[in-house]
């Protein structure tokens, strides 16, 4: 059975980005609730501000799950990314991951590895990138496997990365690891630029695919734009998928209507 979820970001600089709730986490958790999701998904600046929040109480309080943790604040607030030219930046980009997978397995939740993932450039060309993309993947899946949780990677549209842009090159970018722990995030805005068939694209994915950010064609709630759920959810059940569908997307035309829009949606697409 695919759950719900719905993002609530906590990072400063990314108040105008594609979450449904911003900055206040105990409101979120009680609008979550009341609307009937299984889960919120956190956006936060570093692993010890997810600590800092009373998490546990407010997630036993309204009966929620944790469905994942973002790792994007690498990349907003501190630039770092995993192939950068720079070891020691590099390395803090590692250290950045982990502390994030360490707060999230607290509550059995996997991190994303979205913006961070970084591109390829002048300084450093693809196939270096590359692996060292699937350099951290592995040490980063395998220290997510000792915290009994998986790690997402999350293929971005062309204008984010340079790197998989496609379900099927991620697939082609994990396929070589030797972490079996690192399972893709499809997220139906990306994947309704890249793709020519979201739907295909997730049936070949197939066992690769632990996580799907639930959103519409024009990044706003499901509902909101013109993407063909019909289609979408018939491929997620042809491959099993019993993950998270959670809601990335702008609080259009505010937070509370978009959760709404959100879930009414999701209860019409996955019927139970
Ligand atoms: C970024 O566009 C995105 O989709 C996020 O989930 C990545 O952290
Ligand atoms: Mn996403």
């Keep these: 059975m695919i759950k719900s979820a719905v993002t609530v970001c906590i990072v400063e600089q990314a108040r105008k ?3 449904v709730f911003h900055d206040d986490v105990a409101g979120a958790c009680r609008r979550s609730a009341e609307l009937g999701f299984d ?4 956006f936060a600046p570093s692993g010890d501000a997810i600590r800092l929040l009373p998490l546990r109480r407010l997630l036993q309080e309204n009966q929620l799950s944790l469905a994942a943790v973002g790792t994007g604040a ?4 501190h630039k770092l990314q995993l192939c950068d030219a720079d070891p020691d930046r590099r390395r803090q980009a ?3 991951i982990r502390s994030i997978i360490d707060a999230g397995s607290e509550f059995g939740a996997p991190a994303i590895i979205g913006s961070m993932q970084g591109r ?9 990138a590359v692996s060292r993309l699937q350099d951290a993947l592995n040490e980063l899946g395998d220290y997510a496997g000792t915290k009994g949780v998986p790690l997402l990677y999350e293929p971005l549209n062309r204008y984010e990365t340079n790197l ?3 379900l099927h090159e991620a697939v082609e970018l994990l396929k070589p690891l030797s972490s079996p722990n690192v399972k893709i995030l499809a997220d139906l805005f990306h994947m309704n630029i890249e793709e020519s068939s979201p739907a295909e694209a997730l049936i070949k994915a197939g066992p690769f695919v632990g996580h799907l950010h ?5 990044r706003q709630a499901a509902g909101r734009g013109h993407m063909d759920y019909s289609a979408i959810a018939a491929a997620l059940d042809a491959i099993g998928f019993a993950g998270y569908a959670s809601a990335e997307a702008f609080p259009i035309p505010d937070s509370d209507t978009a959760a709404e829009q ?11």
Excluded: C, H, Q, Y
């Design 17 to 19: 980005g594609p979450f």
């Design 39 to 42: 889960a919120v998904e956190v």
């Design 74 to 77: 690498g990349m907003v607030v």
């Design 94 to 96: 590692r250290e950045f």
């Design 120 to 128: 390829w450039d002048d300084l450093t060309d693809r196939p270096t």
């Design 164 to 166: 998989a842009t496609t």
């Design 214 to 218: 639930f959103v519409d064609s024009n």
């Design 262 to 272: 959100t879930i009414k949606t999701f209860r019409k697409v996955f019927p139970r």
